[in-house]
C-alpha cells in the first residue's frame, strides 16, 4: 500500500545506509584510532607513552590503505547528499593521512621529556580528521563541524606547551582569531541556508540562482572567511606566522600544512556551486590570492626569524593555491593545478619544518651560518624545500607552479599569473637570506675549544625519528618532481563533486 513499508524497501534502506558507512570508513578508522590512543594514554605508565605514537602511525596506515581502496570507484555523494567521495577529496584525505604521518615522525622526539605526551596524538589525528572532513564536506553544515573540529584541535595543540609563554600567546592568537572567523562564518551559512532553504551544495547549486544578490553576496563572502582563517589567507592571516614561530615546531609544520589541503577543497567545492554571476566570486578569490601572495612574500623579506619566516611563506603560498580555485570551471588545469600545488607545498613545508625541528627549534637565522659545513645534509633539505616553493626544476614544486600560471592564463587572468610570476622572484630574496649564510659564511657561536682549532661546534640535532621524516619528506619533493607528469595524469582524472 502506498506509505506503507515493505520489506524490500526496508532492506534497500538498510543496504544504503551500510554503503553510506562504508563511504566513511576512513574517517571512522581515524575516529577510532584517536579513541584507542587516548584510552591506551590515559593507562600507560610514562615510560610508555612514545608507544602512542606507534598506534598513531598504525591507525593513519589504515586509514590510508581504506582510502587507496576508494580511488578508481565512481565518485559520488553520500548520506543525503552530504558528502562527496570523488577524486579530489580522496586525494586530499592521502595528502592529509601522509602529513599526520609525518608529523607524528617529527613529534616523536621533541615530545619525549613530556610526561604524558600520549594525548598529543590523539589531538594530532583528530585535527587529521577535521581536515578530511573538510576536503569531502558537500553541504554547510558538514563544512562548520570540519573547520570547528580542526580549529578547536588546533589551537590545543600550539599551546602543547604549557609552560611556553610563546607558545601560549600563539594559541591565544588562533583562538580569538578563529572564534570571530568561525562566527563569521556560522552567520553566512544562515543566511545562505535561509536564500536556498537547503544546506547541501548541490541544493544551493539549483536554488541561489536569482536569490537576493545583497543577501548572497554577504552570505557567501562570510563563509569565505571561515576559510580563508584555515587556509592563512588575508584579512584573517595573523595567526599564522605567530602559531609557526610560537607553537611546538612539530605542530607548527602540521597547523601550516594539513588544514589547508581540507580548507582549499571545500573553497573549490563551495565556489564551484555558487552562481558566477550572482556573487562574482572569481574576482573575489582573485583579489584575495594577490592580496595574500604580496603581502606574504613582503613581510617575509624581512624576518630574521626563520620559523617566522616560514610563517610568513605559508602566508604567499596560500595566495598561489588560490589561483587554481580562480580557474575553476574555465581551466581543464584547474583541478590537477589544485592537488599538484598543495603535493608540493606540503611536502616542502615538512621538510623546512622537519630541519628546525630537527635543529631543536633553533630559528634565528645567524645561527644558520655555515650550516652546510656542520650538518651539510640539513642544509640541502632547506636548499630542495625552499627551491621547490619558488618553483625550480626538477622539484615538485615546478610543475605545480606551472600548471598554476597556465590554469590562471587560461582562464583570462593573466594579470594574476604575471603577479604570481613577480612574487616568486620575490621570494628568492628571503630564501637566499638563509640559504646564502648557510654555504657561504662560517659558523657562529662555536664553543670555545672548538674556536681554538679553528673548528665549528655544530647546532646540536634532535635524533633519528625527526631525521627520518626529513629524509621522506625531501626525497618525496624530489620524486615528485621528476615523475610529474605521472602525477599531474593522476590528478587530472580527479573530479570535484558539488
Known amino acids: 500500500m502506498p506509505g506503507q513499508a515493505t520489506p524490500m524497501s526496508g532492506m534497500g534502506a538498510g543496504m544504503d545506509m551500510a ?9 571512522l578508522v581515524l575516529l577510532g584510532g584517536a579513541v584507542v590512543v587516548l ?30 581502496g576508494f580511488l578508481g570507484g565512481a565518485d559520488r555523494l553520500t548520506f543525503a547528499g552530504t558528502y562527496a567521495v570523488d577524486g579530489v577529496a580522496l586525494w586530499a584525505k592521502l595528502l592529509v593521512l601522509a602529513v599526520t604521518a609525518l608529523t607524528v615522525a617529527l613529534s616523536v622526539e621533541w615530545f619525549r621529556g613530556d610526561p604524558r605526551h600520549g594525548e598529543y596524538y590523539t589531538l594530532l589525528l583528530l585535527s587529521a580528521l577535521g581536515a578530511a572532513l573538510l576536503a569531502g564536506a558537500a553541504d554547510l ?81 562570510l563563509v569565505v572567511v571561515g576559510l580563508a582563517f584555515k587556509l592563512g589567507a588575508v584579512p584573517v592571516h595573523a595567526w599564522l606566522p605567530d602559531v609557526a614561530d610560537g607553537a611546538p615546531a612539530p605542530v607548527a609544520a602540521f597547523v601550516t600544512s594539513a588544514p589547508k589541503i581540507g580548507a582549499l577543497v571545500a573553497l573549490a567545492r563551495l565556489a564551484a556551486v555558487l552562481p558566477e554571476g550572482g556573487v562574482g566570486w572569481r574576482p573575489l578569490v582573485a583579489v584575495l590570492a594577490a592580496l595574500t601572495m604580496t603581502l606574504g612574500n613582503v613581510a617575509a623579506l624581512w624576518q630574521d626569524d626563520v620559523r617566522r619566516l616560514l610563517g610568513w ?86 610543475a605545480a607552479k606551472l600548471t598554476l600560471f597556465g590554469a590562471a592564463i587560461d582562464a583570462g587572468y593573466g594579470w594574476l599569473a604575471v603577479l604570481a610570476v613577480a612574487n616568486t622572484v620575490v621570494s628568492l630574496a628571503y630564501y637566499a637570506r638563509v640559504l646564502g649564510p648557510a654555504y657561504f659564511e662560517r659558523p657562529t657561536g662555536d664553543a670555545p675549544d672548538h674556536a681554538a682549532s679553528g673548528a665549528a661546534a ?41
Open 141 to 221: 553544515m558538514e563544512l562548520t563541524l570540519g573547520v570547528l573540529l580542526s580549529s578547536s584541535t588546533g589551537a590545543v595543540l600550539a599551546a602543547y606547551h604549557r609552560r611556553s609563554r610563546r607558545a601560549g600567546e600563539a594559541a591565544i592568537k588562533y583562538y580569538l582569531l578563529g572564534a570571530l572567523a568561525n562566527g563569521a562564518m556560522v552567520y553566512g551559512v544562515v543566511l545562505l541556508f535561509g536564500l536556498a532553504a537547503t544546506t547541501t551544495f548541490s541544493g544551493l547549486g539549483a536554488r541561489l540562482p536569482g536569490a537576493s544578490p545583497l543577501v548572497l553576496v554577504a552570505g557567501a563572502s
Open 313 to 398: 611563506s605559508a602566508v604567499s603560498q596560500t595566495g598561489y593555491g588560490l589561483m587554481a580555485v580562480v580557474a575553476l570551471g574555465r581551466s581543464p588545469l584547474a583541478i590537477p593545478a589544485l592537488l599538484d600545488f598543495l603535493l608540493a607545498y606540503v611536502l616542502g613545508n615538512l621538510a623546512a619544518f622537519g630541519v628546525v625541528v630537527e635543529l631543536r627549534g633553533q630559528a634565528d637565522r645567524a645561527r644558520y651560518a655555515g650550516l652546510a659545513r656542520t650538518h651539510p645534509w640539513f642544509a640541502a633539505a632547506l636548499v630542495v624545500s625552499f627551491l621547490s616553493f619558488v618553483g625550480i626544476p626538477p622539484l615538485a614544486g615546478f
Open 39 to 68: 584510552l591506551f594514554a590515559l593507562f600507560a605508565p610514562r615510560r610508555r607513552q612514545t608507544w602512542a605514537a606507534a598506534l598513531a602511525l598504525g591507525t593513519l596506515a589504515a586509514a590510508a590503505v581504506v582510502t587507496a
Open 19 to 27: 554503503m553510506a558507512v562504508r563511504d566513511l570508513l576512513p574517517e
Open 458 to 498: 655544530p647546532l646540536p640535532v634532535l635524533g633519528t625519528w625527526a631525521a627520518g621524516g626529513v629524509a621522506v619528506s625531501v626525497g618525496a619533493v624530489v620524486a615528485f618532481g621528476v615523475w610529474a607528469g605521472a602525477v599531474l595524469g593522476a590528478f587530472g582524472t580527479a573530479r570535484l563533486l558539488p
